[in-house]
């Protein structure tokens, strides 16, 4: 609502003002100045807020404007898209100042961002709603006959709340002919009636008189109220009272009890009698003084009547009146002054309160508060402060109002909450506190990468895994919170391009499990590496790595493989024994390798069957099969074994093997030399030729075999692919099968003729001559008879 219309010229001078006040307030910040009548409607127009401050539509809204004001009452309200100031309420001038003129409500404009303050005044103008009133309906006036004309009798007031040129402007009294009436001013500006005779009274003629006495205010209309008037006419009382004193001045504390002695007055009168009993009561007082004292008629004691408060009214003055019985008066005043008592607390008034607050920004305003103690003078200075252990600083904005702020970067990591309170304490005695507690959340920022517990795993799988193996997790976490510690976990590319990675093992993303996605083979890959990455779900999303190891544990799927002798489902080859060979006699050599590792690969060796048992014997770790005790001629002259070969996984598996020996005369059987002798045998074998040779020529039957072997050489180097028979390896088993351990596989050092079965249908049998490696280690003047040593094979058809 807009301000009371002014002349056309203080219109001029008004806005002249105001541009003064707002180039002011851009200069320095000074005070935006507003009146509204009293009574006006809620939601009433008082001001063009953003065009006195000189900001655009909507500019208000933007920087967070607010309207904050005195205490918890709020008269205003800030319209953010016009940027019109309102009423919040109806406002009743009197309620809110009294007798107070003129009436100022003072708030504040308060922008967030950035932070800024204006102060402002409201005046609150006055509005003619009140009527003057009499305290009493019925005045006693009390005049000798004696009395003469000009003499003035002052009458008691009338109140009006209203102030300025709406309260009590002047008095009338109805028509007679004793007395006209005069309207006085009193010290403090207040009009009185005072009736001043014009007529001497006769109390034999008229002994009582009754008047109308007439307030008028100023207002328009204006507004009258009325009071009787009824004068007593009395005999001669020649002395009237009289104070020991025009003045009493005294001093009360605030809060002090109902029924406390203020102060006595005291009058004396000269007549005797009736006419000098005196009697004592308030003249011309306000409603204000009837309310708060009460007065002794006989004795003169002014006593509280409610407890008096100094923040309401600071001091009061009242008129005491002494009336002899002969209607004679005597007045005096009596001005008393309120001692203020800090008996009020200071306030603490919250005006913005950010609760959240980012980490990683100093300087932000948290809240925003004023303060305010209803007190006087040392009572109502007041300090404000907080713990001193915290980041966050006050910061007076304006007078009594605060600003709190973070003095640096807040780490949520550090510490996600803190509780400030805020204190309060006027400088009163004893002094009197108040305090607030707020709880500031501090909101993560995503500055931490995720981390995982281990830069490196290791994980192991036993091949033949079943698909979708669980095979182990990674681990990583994240101080941040929310959205900023949700990790997501993901494979990176492998550094190896002929890895298939994406075909091995997947990663569950939401909680880092791994699993294979097939079936491991040790065989083919014994292990493999890939790096494994966790990524936050944060803005910008920040990520950490890892490497990840995964062995492949072998498992016992493979048995043994006999290499030597073969097995293809043909004719077994027989090996010869001299029947005069010794216990430890050298027979053959059981070859087997494994294709797994480790343990698994571990190969033993038994005797499973035997013609006869316990005529030869297996050693368990390299598979030579040896008499076990010298050979006679009761012993059979053929002979069957069954060897297993069995490896050291769980459970184990085996592989068997069978062998036929044939024990002949005539031969000395060479033992299997040792490694060490591989050399000195290499030079040898042309000797073994010869030895054989010589043999052969003993026995006819030996001789023939050595011209039936010689002729099967003969014909192998012609035509081997027409006859058949027994083929001589070039060179040693491959690398992969060699087992230099000495735990019976291939050992690199041998060769070996393999005996062949030839064409079906034949009945020849073929003496093959073995290629018997001389390994370096023994004597060169050893027995030339174990140097020379031989191993004769037969194949039967």
Known sequence: MMETPLPKAPQKRQVTAIIILLLLWEAGGATIKYSVLEERDSGSFVADLAKDLGLGIGELASRGARILSKGNKQHLRLEQKSGSLLLKEKLDREELCGDTDPCILHFQVLLKNPVQFIQGELQLLDVNDHAPKFLENEILLKIPESSHPGTAFPLKIAEDLDVGSNTVQNYT??????????????????????????????????????????????????????????????????????????????????NSPIGSLVITVSARDLDAGTHGELSYSFFQSSNQVVQAFEINTVTGEIRLRKMLDFEEIQSYRMEIEASDGGGLTGKCTVAIEVMDVNDNAPELTMSLLISDVPENTPDTVVAIFGISDADSGDNGKMMCSIQADLPFLLKLTVENFYTLVTEGALDRESRAEYNITITVTDMGTPRLKTQHNITVLVSDVNDNAPAFTQT????????????????????????????????????????????????????????????????????????????????DRGSPALSSQARVRVLVLDANDNSPFVLYPLQNGSAPCTELVPRAAEAGYLVTKVVAVDGDSGQNAWLSYQLLKATEPGLFGVWPHNGEVRTARLLSERDAPKHRLLVQVRDNGEPPRSASVTLHVLLVDGFSQPYLPLPEAA??????????????????????????????FVAVRLCRRSRATSLGGCSVPEGPFPGHLVDVSGTGTLSQSYQYEVCLRGGSGTREFKFLKPIVPIFAGEGADGDTEENSNFRNHFEFN
Not at 491 to 507: E, G, K, T, Y
Not at 684 to 689: G, Q
């Open 679 to 708: 050399a000195e045998q290499a030079r040898a074998d042309p000797l073994t030729v010869y030895l054989v040779v010589a043999l052969a020529s003993v026995s006819s039957l030996f001789l023939l075999s050595v011209l039936l």
């Open 173 to 254: 009294i109805s028509t007679n002919s004793h007395f006209h009436l005069f309207t006085r001013n009193h010290s403090d500006g207040r009009k009185y009636p005072e009736l001043v005779l014009d007529k001497a009274l006769d109390r034999e003629d008229q002994p009582e008189l009754r008047l109308t006495l007439t307030a008028r205010d100023g207002g328009s209309p204006p507004r009258t109220g009325t009071s009787q008037v009824l004068i007593l006419v009395l005999d001669i009382n020649d002395n009237a009272p009289e104070f020991a004193q025009p003045l009493y001045e005294v001093q009360v504390s605030e």
């Open 456 to 535: 490196s795993y290791t994980l192991w799988v036993r091949e033949n895994n079943s698909p979708a193996l669980h095979i182990g997790s990674v681990s990583a976490t994240d101080t941040d919170a929310g959205a900023n510690a949700q990790l997501t976990y993901s494979l990176l590319p492998p550094q190896d391009p002929h890895l298939p990675l994406a075909s091995l093992v997947s990663i569950n993303a939401d909680n880092g499990h791994l699993f294979a996605l097939r079936s491991l083979d040790y065989e083919a890959l014994q292990a493999f590496e890939f790096g494994v990455g966790a990524t």
